[in-house]
């Protein structure tokens, strides 16, 4: 299974943009990118995922590179509810691996 | 509509008892997923099913786990003779069918074990 890197931590000020990268360069041709949260203690949330195009929905946008190696989720307009542990997944069929993801602090 | 639910939210017991996680699929999912989550790091996959056929249970840690879905629906986690280091929060999770070969996963609020 193709494993994925993410930076431990990241900060963004209330407002801006942030850009939360995802290296997996051993990506497989069926292997999708998913984007989870975690907030507190709560189950993990679904936000995103893609295969080679570009996605955009209401919460995020995912930008996959053109050979599929890497990965950036985009919250357009972080608030301080978008502070969470980010996983980004690559996955095989029916299998996720979470790793340790990035935990994304948005300040005021 | 109704989420994923589980059941107990909180368990605490003693070593060597078993004890038994109940989960709840959202209705019409497909596939039944159970992680344990440590503190501070990510869920760990342990088993999954589709339908009632595990299809997978190449995580569950050793042969005290096991995991069942009768009929397709509520599944059971079973931990038998529970040891300290069973303790974490055990996270099931559902998923609708395929499409286009992909599909997200909802995640219940978990069941936090405390193994005394």
């Known amino acids: 299974d193709a494993k994925t890197t993410q930076p431990p931590s990241m900060d963004c000020a209330e407002g801006r943009a942030a850009n939360l990268p995802c290296n997996h360069s051993t990506i497989s041709g069926n292997e999708y990118v998913y984007w989870y949260r975690q907030i507190h203690s709560q189950g993990p949330q679904y936000i995103i995922h893609g295969l080679k195009n570009n996605e955009t929905n209401e919460m995020a946008s995912l930008i996959i590179t053109e050979d599929r190696k890497s990965s950036t989720l985009i919250l357009p307009h972080a608030t301080l509810r978008d502070t969470a542990v980010y996983y980004c997944i690559v996955r095989p069929f029916n299998k996720f691996y979470f790793g340790s993801g990035t935990k994304l602090n948005v300040k005021p | 509509g109704a989420g994923v639910s589980q059941s107990p939210r909180y368990k605490v017991t003693k070593r060597g008892q078993d004890v038994a996680l109940r989960c709840d699929p959202i209705s019409g999912h497909v596939s039944l997923y159970w992680y344990r989550q440590a503190l501070g790091q990510g869920p760990e996959f342990l088993t999954y099913f589709n339908y009632e056929a595990q299809q997978d249970k190449s995580g569950l840690p050793n042969d005290r786990f096991s995991a069942e879905r009768p009929e397709g629906s509520i599944s059971t986690l079973t931990i038998q003779r529970t040891e300290q280091r069973d303790s974490a929060m055990y996270r099931c999770?559902?998923?609708?069918?395929?499409?286009?070969?992909?599909?997200?996963?909802?995640f219940g609020p978990g069941t936090r074990l405390t193994v005394t």
């Open positions: 999770a559902s998923s609708p069918p395929l499409r286009q070969g992909s599909s997200e996963q909802y």
